[in-house]
C-alpha cells in the first residue's frame, strides 16, 4: 500500500508515461505482484434487479475463496455515498492493490466506482467491473441456481484481471479554440449559433448552395400552425451575420485526420460560378461581387426543375432556389450550364460571374465537431401499389408542403398535377414506407408523419371550401406537447379517419381520379374511396451524404443507417468518436422542437473541451515493443481509427501510435504475428488471466 501511494504522488497528473523499449507489463517484478495482489470486492443487490434472482450470501461465501481476494462484501447499492465509502474504506483497511464490483453494466457506473477506487489512494485503472445484472440476473430470472453459478463465473474471471491490472496515466491534449458544424438545417444552425454565442469560432458547413434545410421548405409547424419562413428565417439572419460563424455553403467535407482537440478537416468549396462581394474585394474588383440583383437569371436560356420546389417549378442554370435564400448569392449549375456567356454580359462592372471557376479545397482545424446531417424521403416509388410516379395525382407529404405553400409553385393554391384543378376529396395515407417489414419499406416509425398530416388536413379545410380530407391510419402517434389536444381538433373539424392500411391505388384513364383500397380495422370490412388527390406520408432517412461523411470522422451507425450515439440514455448528443457530436433527425426522425433540443445539447457538449482548454483521454491504447516490431505495416492498415503509422527510428522501420486516436479495439494486437502490440488494460497476460480463470474454474 505504501509502495502505491508513492507511486501516485511521483506520477505527475495527466501525463503520458513514456516507457523506453518494453511496456512496465514485462517489468522483473511482475511475478512477484501477481503474488502480492490483494483484491477488494463489492457485490450490489441493486434492490431486486440482482438480489432478486442471485443468491447474494452465497457469491459473497464463493468470492471469499477465491486466490488473491483479501477482502468482500454486500451492500443494497454500491453505487450510493455509503457503498462508494466502503470501497475507499476498504483500500485502507485492508492494504488492497485492486477492487471489484459486481453490479451493474460498466458503461453505467464504471466511472463511479473508479473515482471511489482513486479516492481510497490507488490508481483509478486498478479497478475491475462484473456485469452481474444486464448479463446476468436480468435475462436469468426464473434460474436463481443457474444466475448465481454464472455470477460466480463473473466474479472469478474480474478478479483474477484485477490481479493482474497495473497503474495507467491519463493522456491529456490541448483543444484547439474553433468548432465545426456540418449541416445547416435548423438543427446545424442553432448549433451552430449556440457555438457562436458562447464566443467559440465556428465554422458551419453546407452542401446546399443556401441554409435552412428541410425546414425552409413547409408551409407551416404544428401544432401551433406558425408560418416555417416567418421563424426560420430570422435564424437564418442571424447566422449569416453573426461574426463568430464562418458560413460555408456549396462546400462538402473531403477528408478527416486528426482527433478530439486537434481535427484537420479538408474542405471542397465547390465552384458556384459566382463571386461574392467580399472574394471580389479580396481579388482586388472594387464594387464587384454579387449582390443577388438576379439580373443574370432571366437571360440565361437553359432550363432545369427546381429541386426546392420539388421539380414542380422550372429555374435556370444560374439560380437562387427561392427569394429567402441564405447567402443571397447565386449559383451556376456548371451540369447544365451551357457557358453562352449571356449572364456575363449582364452582369457587367459587377463582373461577379466566373464560368471558369474551379473547386477550392481548404483546410481547417477544430477542436469539436457537430453532425447535424438532415434527412430525405424514402423513395416511395418502391412501393408500386401507391402508384406513386405513375398516377400524376398520387403525391408525397412534401410536394404537399410546396403546394399549399403561398411561396410554393402555385401560389398556395392546392390543385391537382393532372389538370390543375382543385380537389374536393383529399385521402392522406399515413405510414407509406414506414413500419413496413417487407422487406422495401422501413421499419421504423418516422415519427412526425401523422402530425404533418394531421396539420395538412387542416390546411386543405382552410382554404378549399367543401373539401373532405380522409385520413388512413395504423396508429396515430401524437407524443408531443399538445399534439393530442391537436389531433382532437382535427377530428372535430370533420376529417375522416380510417384505421386501415392502403392495399392498392388504381387510376380511373378518363378522369384521373383514384380509386383508394383499404380495409377498415374498427367496422372489419373493406373500404374503399374515389379520391381526387392522394397524398402520401412518406418514410424519412438518412441524407445521401449521411454514410460518406459518418465514415470521414469514424461515427457508428444503426441497421438502418441513422447516425448511432455513444449511449441512448446516458449521452445521446455524444459518439463514439471522442470530440464528434449528433444533432437532429441524422440520429434518428425528430420534430422540430426535439431537433432543436438536440442540437443545444450537441452545442453544449461540444464546447465544453474547447472551453477547458484540454481533455483528458482513457490510457486504453495500443504500445508498441519496438524491439519485436518487424515493421511489416500489416496493423497500419487494419486500424479502425487510422490511429498508427510506420516512422524510421534508429535505423530501423517500426510502428507508432497516435495515442489520441487510439480507442483500444484491439484489431492491431489480435494480429500482430510477432507480438508486438501491448494493449493497455487489455494485456494477453489479463486476458489470458481471465480465459484461465473460467475454463479452470478457479484452480490455480
Not at 155 to 169: G, H, N, P, T
Request: hydrophobic share 35%; charged share 25%.
Amino acid at each position: 500500500m505504501a509502495d502505491t501511494k508513492k507511486n501516485k504522488k511521483e506520477s505527475p497528473a495527466k501525463k503520458v508515461v513514456k516507457v523506453e523499449g518494453v511496456p512496465q507489463s514485462f517489468s522483473p517484478k511482475k511475478e512477484e505482484e501477481k503474488k502480492q495482489a490483494r483484491i477488494g470486492v463489492l457485490i450490489c443487490h441493486c434492490g431486486t434487479n440482482i438480489a432478486g434472482s442471485i443468491d447474494i450470501k452465497a457469491l459473497e461465501e464463493y468470492t471469499k475463496t477465491l486466490p488473491n481476494v483479501a477482502f468482500v462484501d454486500n451492500y443494497q447499492y454500491v453505487c450510493s455515498t455509503p457503498g462508494q465509502k466502503k470501497i475507499t474504506d476498504a483500500i485502507a483497511q485492508h492494504n488492497l492493490t485492486g477492487t471489484v464490483v459486481a453490479a451493474c453494466s460498466p458503461r453505467l457506473h464504471e466511472p463511479t466506482f473508479r473515482t471511489a477506487t482513486k479516492e481510497g489512494g490507488l490508481n483509478p485503472f486498478r479497478f475491475e467491473m462484473a456485469n452481474i445484472r444486464e448479463q446476468n440476473s436480468w435475462v436469468h430470472m426464473h434460474d436463481g441456481e443457474g444466475a448465481t453459478e454464472k455470477a460466480k463465473d463473473a466474479v472469478r474471471i474480474a478478479v483474477a484481471k484485477a490481479s493482474l491490472l497495473e497503474d495507467l496515466i491519463p493522456k491529456s491534449v490541448l483543444v484547439e479554440k474553433a468548432a465545426m458544424v456540418v449541416g445547416a438545417g435548423v438543427a446545424g444552425m442553432q448549433a451552430a449559433l449556440d457555438l457562436a454565442n458562447a464566443g467559440i469560432k465556428t465554422y458551419l458547413i453546407e452542401t446546399l448552395p443556401t441554409i435552412g434545410g428541410r425546414m425552409s421548405q413547409l408551409d407551416k409547424t404544428f401544432p401551433t400552425l406558425d408560418c416555417s419562413q416567418c421563424i426560420l428565417t430570422p435564424k437564418m439572419v442571424d447566422v449569416g451575420r453573426a461574426p463568430n460563424i464562418e458560413l460555408m455553403t456549396y462546400t462538402e467535407v473531403d477528408a478527416v485526420e486528426g482527433y478530439i482537440g486537434n481535427f484537420d478537416v479538408t474542405l471542397r468549396k465547390k465552384a458556384s460560378g459566382v463571386l461574392s462581394m467580399a472574394q471580389a474585394e479580396a481579388m482586388g474588383i472594387s464594387g464587384g461581387g454579387c449582390n443577388g440583383c438576379g439580373d443574370c437569371e432571366p437571360v440565361c436560356p437553359v432550363i432545369k426543375p427546381n429541386d426546392f420546389e420539388m421539380g414542380m417549378k422550372p429555374r435556370k442554370a444560374i439560380y437562387i432556389s427561392h427569394p429567402q435564400v441564405v447567402p443571397l448569392l447565386y449559383t451556376i449549375d456548371f451540369d447544365s450550364c451551357v457557358k453562352c456567356g449571356l449572364c456575363v454580359t449582364v452582369c457587367g462592372d459587377k463582373k461577379a460571374i466566373d464560368l471558369e471557376m474551379k473547386d477550392e479545397f481548404v483546410k481547417v482545424k477544430v477542436g469539436t465537431v457537430v453532425l447535424a446531417l438532415g434527412f430525405e424521403l424514402f423513395p416511395i416509388e418502391k412501393k408500386e401499389e401507391w402508384g406513386y410516379k405513375r398516377f400524376e395525382n398520387v403525391i408525397t407529404s412534401l410536394e404537399f408542403e410546396r403546394l399549399i405553400c403561398a411561396s410554393g409553385p402555385t401560389g398556395g393554391h392546392l390543385v391537382r398535377p393532372s389538370d390543375g384543378k382543385t380537389p374536393k376529396k383529399v385521402a392522406f395515407i399515413l405510414c407509406a414506407g414506414s413500419r413496413d417489414n417487407t422487406g422495401i419499406g422501413k421499419p421504423y416509425c418516422s415519427r412526425f408523419c401523422c402530425m404533418y398530416s394531421l396539420k395538412h388536413a387542416h390546411q386543405i379545410i382552410e382554404k378549399i371550401p367543401g373539401v373532405q380530407p380522409y385520413i388512413f391510419y395504423m396508429d396515430i402517434r401524437s407524443f408531443g406537447k399538445m399534439y393530442e389536444e391537436f389531433y382532437y381538433r382535427i377530428q372535430d373539424e370533420g376529417t375522416k379517419f380510417i384505421r386501415g392500411r392502403v392495399s392498392h391505388i388504381l387510376e380511373d384513364p378518363a378522369t384521373k381520379n383514384l380509386m383508394v383500397h383499404s380495409d377498415d380495422t374498427l367496422l372489419d370490412q373493406p373500404f374503399r374511396l374515389e379520391a381526387d388527390l392522394v397524398v402520401l406520408a412518406t418514410a424519412v432517412q438518412p441524407s445521401v451524404d449521411t454514410d460518406r461523411t459518418r465514415k470521414l470522422f469514424g461515427v457508428s451507425c444503426s441497421m438502418d443507417g441513422w447516425l448511432l450515439e455513444a449511449h441512448p440514455k446516458l449521452n445521446p448528443c455524444g459518439t463514439t468518436t471522442a470530440g464528434v457530436f449528433l444533432a437532429g433527425v441524422c440520429q434518428g426522425p425528430k420534430d422540430i422542437p426535439d431537433t432543436v433540443a438536440s442540437a443545444e445539447g450537441a452545442a453544449s457538449a461540444a464546447s465544453i473541451p474547447i472551453h477547458m482548454g484540454e481533455v483528458e483521454l482513457e490510457p486504453y491504447f495500443a504500445q508498441c515493443i519496438e524491439e519485436k516490431c518487424a515493421g511489416c505495416g500489416m496493423c497500419v492498415n487494419l486500424c479502425p481509427y487510422k490511429a498508427l503509422a510506420l516512422i524510421e527510428k534508429e535505423g530501423r522501420t517500426v510502428m507508432e501510435v497516435t495515442e489520441a486516436k487510439c480507442k483500444g479495439c484491439g484489431t492491431c494486437g489480435g494480429f500482430c504475428p510477432g507480438g508486438a502490440i501491448w494493449m493497455q488494460h487489455f494485456a494477453t497476460p489479463q486476458i489470458i488471466g481471465q480465459i484461465d480463470a473460467f475454463l479452470l474454474g478457479g484452480a490455480q
